[in-house]
């Protein structure tokens, strides 16, 4: 059963520390993407990758948030240095295909919580 | 620019009843609509999608949902409700211009289910 991993699930961290999330794509999907969900704003696109070229950054923080894919089995998003507003649930997803009707599967997300 | 509007954050059906969540989109091009559950701490699951073809599209768990283009909505049903429905539900419509296909999602609306 492929399923999209992400670690750590729960982070809690202090403002100004330098937070790392992980995501295992599933594997031989070529569209890996990072949201985050925030009771006020929902689900946001932050970035994503195909065949782990960044495509579209623009939801993110740049002056503080980084998102690389080091290999097509690694996704990463980093936050430094983090803020109390950056608490939230993040979920990387990844999908297969280059056309828009194809579905994007979810991992369990990462619960970042800033003190 | 595509949009998503999900009318109601919260619904609550009896067990049994019918359950009706409203989703309406805006789109200058044909679009691709979705429907994703989200069952509490976990990430998202695809319930449904339509793309093409028929209207009336069929998804997992006894939902559906109906392309209605007259009306821009996508209104997802169920036609008895059980308690394990109770989750949140996001409609989401595809923004394909060019190859990207990256999903814009509505905010979310939470299913009750009363015994």
């Known amino acids: 059963d492929a399923r999209v991993t992400q670690t750590p699930r729960h982070k809690v961290t202090e403002m100004g520390q330098e937070v790392t999330m992980r995501c295992q794509p599933i594997l031989g999907h070529n569209t890996v993407f990072w949201y985050r969900q925030t009771m006020m704003q929902g689900l946001e696109l932050l970035a994503y990758f195909r065949n782990r070229a960044p495509l579209d950054d623009s939801g993110m923080p740049k002056d503080r948030f980084s998102a690389e894919m080091p290999d097509a089995t690694l996704a990463t998003l980093k936050i430094q240095p983090s803020e109390p507003r950056d608490s939230a649930v993040y979920f990387c997803?990844?999908?297969?295909?280059?056309?828009?009707?194809?579905?994007?599967?979810f991992g369990p997300g990462t619960r970042l919580t800033v003190t | 620019a595509q949009s998503v509007t999900q009318l109601g954050s919260h619904v609550s059906v009896s067990e049994g009843a019918l359950v009706l969540l409203r989703c309406n989109y805006s789109?200058?091009?044909?679009?691709?609509l979705f429907w994703y559950v989200q069952y509490p701490n976990q990430g998202l699951q695809l319930l449904l999608k339509y793309t093409t073809g028929a209207t009336l599209v069929k998804g997992i768990n006894g939902f559906e949902a109906e392309f209605k283009k007259s009306e821009t909505s996508f209104h997802l049903t169920k036609p008895s409700a059980h308690m394990s429905d109770a989750a949140e539900y996001f409609c989401?419509?595809?923004?394909?211009?060019?190859?990207?296909?990256?999903?814009?999602f509505g905010k979310g609306t939470k299913l009750s289910v009363k015994p």
């Open positions: 789109s200058s091009v044909p679009p691709y």
């Open positions: 997803a990844s999908a297969l295909r280059d056309r828009s009707d194809y579905e994007q599967y």
């Open positions: 989401a419509v595809s923004n394909y211009g060019g190859s990207q296909g990256n999903l814009i």
